[in-house]
């Protein structure tokens, strides 16, 4: 049975509207005309709690909002008040981007009309369809983290009207640059329309990563200014040079916080139901953010379905990232991978062969579910970051961990036939891959929140020094260490992650929960790279992918590689117990060896030197056989 149509339809005439309201007494749409000035135009009510109005005349390009009344008891879930004007959830357009004022979250009659202070929803005509293609990425490939704004905020080569846009990653010199990385698909951090928390203004301080969105639909006209025809063009550019396309979508809650929160959309039309409470009516907060989307109500799930639609077919990427994804899937009882949504997900004509990517974890009840989603999906796997980074911090008895990651976390993924695994050393939440050998503690003070964000326990270390150092024995540690952090990384079967600027030594010195840097501090420096790493990991990037062993997502067999020691002699069970030992020789059926020393002193495996906390790989044409 077809739904009913929900958002703006352009036709000959003008525009028809569909909001969903069902407790609303009453809906208005409101047009602006170029001076702001506004008129009201009432809706009628429909079937299944949808309000249409049919408004002859208009064109792309106007400008509207939506205004609701009914009753108003936040407590049981109702936010009506007409003097906040709010963003049709369906809308594909805004005209700038959301400002936070606590005028937004004032109580009903406390505040002034809110229409000076949102952005207005524009009428837009679709784009021409795209012919489905399959994703260009598959699994075992390279993922690159990109925070759109800082990715090329400071690009020498870009044109400054485009730094810091989507517009700018299909610069030839931004693509070169992810092609000389073998890069398979980059991620997009959140690019729909966000709003900064309430606290970040007081303190000078914006929101740089997306995370706090208030449309699903919309792009944020900060990083694209073009709309959806800019993302559509780089989406284009990128897949013509071999790259895929994958987005990091945020439908485990929306920017409209908790109940002192601003009231902007979602809120002001159905709070009753887009969002999760408790039995005494208060808002659940299983994201740490002040609400939680009620995934499991039928509106919720079309909401998320129509706007993954949307991205898949208007855009052409590839497939999608899911932030504290466990919300996705959460039921009364507990996470449940076949949760109605999830299961539609794999089902959906359009998007069921798009790649589709948890993070397997939130901080509500069962909220930890890494190797859960099952088949189809992809994890990001935070053991396979804390066990290397531990391995490489120098902890005693972390060789067996370093070889089951190596080999794609079998006691994680094992039940299904192939990795499911996306191993990681680094991500946007976190330290930065060289910050992790040059500071011991987080320094997030530039938060304004007394350094008290952000993760406590890193397995970081500083190699004597803590933060910046002039002395060139310590940063020669350093670099050495990141050498080998990313060469255990691109020799990892499964999948695999870089973030952006970890391939040239990126740091934030020490800010380890940058969300709120929309500055130098989470700006990529592409002026100051390192540019021993970088050639270091282009080098590592070509080997990967002339190497199937590294990019295979299926199990090996003992037929197919062999763990030895460095006399060429498999590990004994006491050498795999041996607590000090660090070194070990990963060396598969085709011939590839691949060498690992984390000791403090070069080791000889055989004949072939392999310096001190060094990841040495060795193809089978190098080695004789």
């Known amino acids: 049975m077809s739904q009913p149509p929900l958002g703006p339809d352009m036709h000959e005439r003008g525009a028809r509207f569909h909001i969903r309201s069902p407790d609303a007494g009453q809906l208005w749409i409101c047009l602006f005309d170029d001076e702001d000035r506004e008129t009201r135009l009432p809706m009628a009510p429909g079937a299944e709690g949808i309000w249409s109005l049919d408004v002859p005349g208009v064109r792309e390009g106007a400008r509207y909002g939506v205004r609701a009344d009914g009753p108003y008891d936040p407590g049981a879930g109702f936010w009506f008040d007409p003097d906040k004007l709010l963003l049709d959830p369906y809308a594909t357009a805004i005209d700038r981007a959301f400002a936070y004022d606590p005028a937004l979250a004032s109580r009903r009659g406390e505040g002034p009309d809110t229409a000076p202070l949102m952005p207005k929803a524009v009428l837009t005509l679709p784009p021409p369809p795209l012919t489905p293609l399959p994703p260009l990425f598959q699994p075992g490939g390279l993922i690159y983290e990109v925070q759109v704004r800082g990715f090329t905020r400071l690009h020498p080569d870009v044109p400054e009207a485009q730094r810091g846009t989507i517009a700018a990653l299909g610069h030839p010199k931004v693509i070169e640059h992810l092609q000389r990385l073998h890069v ?68 485990n809650h929306d920017g409209e916080s908790d109940a002192l929160g601003p009231t902007l959309s979602l809120r002001g039309l159905d709070a009753r139901h887009y969002f999760r409470h408790e039995p005494d009516g208060s808002l659940i907060n299983d994201t740490g953010t002040g609400n939680s989307i009620d995934c499991n109500h039928p509106a919720s799930q079309r909401l998320i379905l129509d706007s993954l639609r949307h991205f898949a077919g208007a855009a052409g990427v590839d497939g999608f990232r899911f932030d504290l994804a466990p919300a996705l899937g959460r039921l009364p009882g507990g996470f449940d991978a076949r949760a109605p949504l999830l299961d539609a997900m794999r089902t959906d004509p359009l998007l069921a062969d798009r790649v589709l990517i948890a993070e397997p974890w939130d901080i509500g009840p069962g909220g930890y579910q890494l190797g859960q989603f099952g088949e189809g999906w992809l994890e990001w796997n935070d053991r396979y970051r804390d066990d290397l980074r531990r391995f490489w911090r120098g902890d005693r008895g972390m060789l067996g961990a370093l070889a089951t990651r190596l080999a794609g976390s079998s006691d994680i993924f094992g039940k299904a036939p192939v990795t499911r695994t996306v191993n990681f050393l680094a991500a946007h939440d976190g330290f930065t891959l060289a910050d992790l050998t040059a500071y011991e503690r987080r320094h997030n003070e ?180």
């Not at 303190?203 to 990083?223: C, E, K, M, Q, T």
């Not at 694209?224 to 945020?250: F, K, Q, S, T, Y």
């Not at 050495?480 to 600027?501: E, V, Y």
């Not at 006491?574 to 060896?593: K, P, V, Y």
Request: glycine letters at 10%; hydrophobic letters at 40%; proline letters at 4%.
């Open 446 to 625: 530039a938060n304004g929140e007394q350094n008290r964000d952000g993760h406590g326990e890193n397995f970081s270390w500083n190699n004597g020094v803590e933060g910046p150092s002039d002395d060139l024995a310590v940063l020669e540690a350093r670099r050495r260490d990141i050498k080998a952090l990313l060469g255990t990384l691109f020799c990892s079967r499964g999948t695999i992650m870089l973030t952006a600027g970890d391939e040239f030594g990126r740091s934030q010195q020490g800010n380890n929960n940058a969300y709120a840097q929309d500055n130098a501090t989470g700006w990529v420096d592409w002026a100051g790279h390192d540019r021993e790493i970088e050639a270091h990991a282009f080098a590592l990037a070509t080997l990967r992918a002339s190497q199937p062993d590294l990019r295979d997502t299926h199990w090996l067999s003992e037929d197919d590689v062999d763990w030895l020691d460095e006399q060429g002699q498999p590990l004994t069970v006491a050498q795999w117990e041996d607590a000090e030992r660090r070194c070990l020789e990963m060396r598969f059926s085709s011939g590839l060896a691949i060498y690992v020393n984390g000791g403090d002193q070069p080791r000889f495996f055989g004949s072939v030197e392999v310096p001190a906390r060094t990841v040495l790989a060795v193809p089978a044409e190098q080695r004789g056989g």
């Open 184 to 251: 398979s698909a980059v991620e997009l951090m959140p690019v729909n329309a966000w709003i900064d928390e309430r606290h970040l203004g007081q303190l000078g301080l914006h929101n740089a990563w997306g995370y706090n969105p208030v449309s699903y639909f919309a792009l944020d006209p900060r990083i694209a200014p073009g709309g959806m025809a800019e993302l559509r063009g780089a989406v284009e550019a990128l897949h013509a040079a071999g790259i895929g396309v994958i987005l990091d979508m945020v439908y």
